[in-house]
């Protein structure tokens, strides 16, 4: 395999999705919404000129399948959803690098023991119903009510997006596929870590948990100039307070702990009327679940003793993910074969949220990252090298010839 000319094929057909599935300028796209269907027409059209076969499955993850000599099926992929203004590579870099992988399979003629399976998953970033990564929690049969009853923001449940889209919450599988023996899912760094260590590729040994919020902070909306100070219940005063503190707290008690609000909004929004109300998202990550049950009951305590202040308080749990570590064979299997090939390879951490996270409790799960440049991620500057992207074709087609052959026993 030419790495580089498979790498810059990957880059021709990224900048294609993204081209095609822009909203104005800014690349988004979520669960059924129309930049997903064009890009999902893409993607199939990929899919189907390996000769796969294509299906959709009960929430929309578009399936491609090619049958080994048994049942039992290594599935590969990544999410085809995007962030608000997000990259090329998040997500669609491992549905591309695992199809040119496959490409690469498929014209090496061989049968396989195994059957494979590519799986382009649905909202796995949750820019539309904040839960998230619901493609993979289909796979593993994880979609419960509390992710049917979540909301967008014209007030739509999930429940009712999948009926208006033609799908039928009824028959959302209530356990995992049994016919997975692994699942495998290259992704790019997000992070800064391997260019700046100068390795090609990283094999993750644990990803983060997530805790994800909704706070709404309700004070008394008053006149700005005749209000005095000492007499207000200032929603945002109150939450910019909160967010200080806690974020001080938490930089305190763990050096791989994060805390981050990423979206906040003032109403009335007017500059001389003392707020209404405010809401803002917690976004908390940690490797250590002690550690997130600890920020977690400061969290509840700090906007608690807001209440005995006079505002009032509302906190939605929108997404709760423990850390997960990875199969550490299927790990250092991985490690082995990256290294052999003469790529500079780390262990690490994932500080991202990944589909591998939701399934890897539940079936055997390897995940690989490749670098991004300056780690810069859920931006449009987000960039990762068609040598690198390269690489990681070369890797999982390499891992994946194994598997499929039963050289390396699931
Ligand atoms: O938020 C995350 O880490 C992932 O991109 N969903
Ligand atoms: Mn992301
Ligand atoms: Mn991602």
Known sequence: MNRQEVGLKAEEMLNELADQTRMGDEIWRYIYSDTEKKGKKIIRQWMEALGLLVIEDQIGNLIARKEGKSKETIVIGSHMDTVKDGGKYDGAGGI??????????????????????????TEEEGSRFLSGYLGSKNLVGKITQLELNDTDSDGISLKEAMISNGYDPEKLPKEKRRDVAAYLEVHI???????????????????????????????????????????RLDPVYAASKFISETTDYVRRLSKTATF?????????GVSNVIADSTNFSIDLRDRSEEDLVNVTDRIYESLGSLEEQGYAVTIKLLCAEEPVDLDSRLSDFMYDKSQNLGLRTMKMVSGAGHDAQIIAPHIKTGLIFVPSVKGRSHSSDEYTKSYDLGNGVLLLATILKEMLQGEFDV
Do not use: C
């Open 260 to 268: 981050t609000i990423g979206a906040m909004s003032v109403l009335p």
């Open 189 to 231: 760094e997000q992070g800064p870590v391997l260019e700046t260590l100068r390795h090609d590729i990283g094999i993750v040994e644990s990803i983060v948990g997530i805790r994800a919020f909704d706070i709404t902070i309700k004070g008394r909306q008053d006149h700005a100039g005749t209000t005095p100070m000492d007499i």
């Open 96 to 121: 591309v690098i695992g199809l040119l992988a496959l490409k690469e399979l498929i014209e090496s003629d061989e049968t396989f023991d195994k059957s494979i399976e590519i799986i382009a998953f």
